[in-house]
């Protein structure tokens, strides 16, 4: 899979790998199209205050922060000290985007596996996705169980918690579940199946929207809408997935009601960018 190509089978990872394959990850995100009320290179989606060039620039803002981060993971850093690095980097993508959102998720995601990833690399363990998940838990699972049970003001916590939902700090206080259990086995099958990039990425993402608790969704269309694009999902993947469209008509469909309904599944965007970097990182994924 060329545009999902792996560091790990070359050398041992340094800070500068772990960070690298981050920001590329985000592109692997980005440059899928179709893709249900998202930003990509084709239009805004669902989004009228953004585009691939708003993402472009906050990349671009970003790339030292996942290095900086991978840093702090191998120095074992404590949680405060990667949250600080964390609400810097927001910082920088806000100036870069005109006070636009359009990484938060992935700041935060991203940049705990990239710290765990550097954990891993400075003990000399080999980075699996279980052994990133288990590094998780051991240097910060109990700083970020504390961190879940703060209120969060950020419109997709109030949705989490006007709905009943698993918020993205509970997400991560749990190991990420969705990511480790769904995303990662979705896109390792779908590349064994023979998908190619774009449809393997495709099918990975719907897996994602059909599980996943994901406050963008909520905050956008509420309860119904979330429920709405869950079930658009699972019958996609039904209905054979990306593998049985031939020319992505029914993803297409799906992008244009989404975008009708101004539904945009940003919570599993940046998901589907994390299974992508471990893809890019981890030695005992194919």
Known sequence: MTALARYSDVHRLTA??????????????LE???????????????HADMDAHTFMRSLFALRHYFVQIAALGEAHAPFDALERCGIAAEARMLAATG???????????????????GALASDGQALTPATLRAALHRHW???LHARSRRVSMLPGGIAAR?????????E?????????????????????RGLNSQRARLET??????????????????LAGLQHAQHAARGYLDRGGAGADDRFEAAWSLHRDFVARRLSPGGAADTLAAACWMRRVCTRLA
């Open 172 to 192: 991560a206080a749990l190991g990420f579940p969705v990511l480790f259990d769904i995303a990662v086995p979705a896109l390792d099958a779908a590349v064994k």
């Open 141 to 143: 699972g109990d700083a």
């Open 32 to 46: 899928l199209a179709p893709k249900p009320g998202l930003v990509s290179f084709i239009d805004s989606g669902s």
């Open 99 to 117: 006070g636009i959102n359009t990484h938060r998720g992935a700041i935060f995601t991203l940049g705990l596996l990239c710290a765990s990833a």
């Open 162 to 170: 006007r709905y009943g939902l698993r918020s993205a700090s509970e």
């Open 16 to 29: 500068a790998d772990i960070g690298r394959a981050a920001t590329l990850a985000l592109h692997d995100e």
């Open 205 to 222: 993402l719907f897996s994602i929207m059909a599980s996943l608790d994901d406050s963008n969704l909520a905050h956008r269309g509420g």
